[in-house]
């Protein structure tokens, strides 16, 4: 069956680094893959999409990679800050308009 | 600003005592889906509409149904709500463009406690 895995662990950074999140699948061959952000208590937000022939896309601080032969998707945040601080969730396409998730990964930011 | 909104915010239930979780757009979205998210989980697909059409997952229990009765809002029914049926609840829109990479607009949530 199709799983999605993401560091369960908080990943702990100093503000001005790079944060960089994981996310791995298995048993699939995605078109595309999103990543969002989720703040507690509400609901996850859309950052950034990058499609299977793309090998990279960036939106400002945020930088997203793609490698269909590792099955794999690393998200990068540069000179992270703390307002950065929040679990982030990525995403694959299923069929019929939806989409899977995996478990998230918390990103904690210390001033 | 066109979103997706969630009524109530907080819920609480009694154990068996049936409830509903309301979702309204002003996207003018074709597609709406519900999710339920424990803590620390990935949001769990209970089912969606494209327009008219519903669509259940396979191993969502038969105590959750839903309506849309019209393009703007979509409602959750939980019809005997158990101590495992406790979580947030998603509700999320997209466009729903054929063959096209779809991003999905979440709503705030509905955190349900049952008692």
């Known amino acids: 069956s199709q799983k999605i895995e993401q560091n369960s662990e908080a990943l702990n950074i100093q503000e001005g680094k790079t944060a960089t999140l994981t996310c791995n699948y298995t048993n699939y061959s995605p078109a595309y893959l999103q990543w969002y952000r989720q703040d507690p208590g509400r609901g996850p937000v859309f950052l950034l999409l990058i499609r299977e022939n793309e090998k990279e896309k960036r939106k400002e601080r945020l930088k997203v990679t793609f490698d269909t032969t590792l099955k794999q998707s690393l998200f990068h945040i540069t000179a992270s800050q703390p307002a950065d601080s929040a679990t982030y969730l990525c995403?694959?396409?299923?069929?019929?308009?939806?989409?899977?998730f995996g478990g998230g990964t918390r990103v904690l930011v210390k001033p | 600003d066109a979103m997706v909104i969630q009524n109530p915010r907080y819920q609480v239930t009694q154990f068996g005592k049936p409830v509903t979780l309301s979702c309204s757009q002003t996207?003018?979205?074709?597609?709406m889906y519900w999710y339920q998210q424990k803590s620390s989980q990935a949001p769990k697909l209970l089912f969606h509409?494209?327009?008219?059409?519903?669509?259940n997952e396979a191993d969502t229990p038969d105590n959750f149904q839903s309506r849309r009765p019209n393009t703007s809002f979509c409602f959750l029914d939980i019809r005997s709500p158990g101590l495992g049926d406790a979580a947030m609840y998603l509700c999320a829109t997209s466009r729903g463009h054929s063959g096209r990479a779809n991003e999905q607009f979440f709503g705030p949530g509905t955190r349900l406690t049952v008692l």
């Open positions: 995403a694959l396409d299923a069929a019929g308009n939806k989409l899977t």
């Open positions: 996207l003018n979205h074709n597609v």
């Open positions: 509409y494209y327009d008219k059409d519903f669509n």
